[in-house]
C-alpha cells in the first residue's frame, strides 16, 4: 500500500472532522470518531495532529481562510467587479448546495464559544474571529483584484462590502438548510448580487456621461 504524504492526510482528517461535526456535533468529534470516519489509524491523526484542538484550528482555516482555494474558478476577471461579486456568489452558492454539510459545521463552530466554560470562552471567540478574517480578507482580496484586472479604482468601502456580502451569503445559507428551496434561494442570491452591486460607486465615465444625458 502507498505511503499518503502528510499534507493529504491531514486533510483527509479536517474534512472528516467536518463531517464529524455536521451529523453528530462538535462533542461527539472525538480524535477516535474522526479517525474512523476519515478509514485511518488513530495513531495516524495524533502523527499529524498534536491535539484535536490542533485539529479544529485546521478545520476553521478550511473552512474560511482556505475556503476560496476549494471553488471553481472565475472566469474573464477583467471584466470587472460587478461581475465578480455575482460569479463568486453563485460558486459559493454551488458548493453549498454540493456540500451543506460544510454550512452546518460552520455554524457549529461559531456556536462553541457559547457552550464553552469561562476560561476557554476567549479561546473559542478569538477562533470565531479568525474564522470571520478569513472569509472577509479572501473576500476583498479578490474584489480587489477584480478592480485591479478591470482598470478600475476599489470602492472606499471595499472590506465593508466583503463583509456585507458574507452577511448575506450567512443569511441565504441558514434560511435554506431550515427550509430548503432551490428556487428560492437562488435567487435569493442573485438579489443578494444585486443589491451589492447598486452600492458601488458610478465610474467617473459613466458618471460624466450620465450627467450629459440628463
Sequence with gaps: MSRIPAEERRLQ???AAARVIASEGLQAATTRRIAAE???PLAALHYCFRSKEELLQDVYHYLSRDYAKSLSPIHDIGAGL????????HRIWDRIRERPHEQVTTFELLLRRFREAPDHEPIARAQNRSMYEGWVTSTARLFHSATQAAGTDAPDNLDLLARLFISGIDGISMQHLADPDDERSR??????ADSLIALLPVPAGA???QAQSH
Excluded at 435567487?187 to 443578494?192: K, S, V
Aim: hydrophobic share 60%.
Design 38 to 40: 476519515a478509514d485511518a
Design 187 to 192: 435567487l435569493l442570491i442573485d438579489m443578494l
Design 13 to 15: 482528517f479536517v474534512e
Design 82 to 89: 460587478p461581475h465578480v461579486i455575482r460569479q463568486h456568489a
Design 207 to 209: 458618471a460624466a456621461r
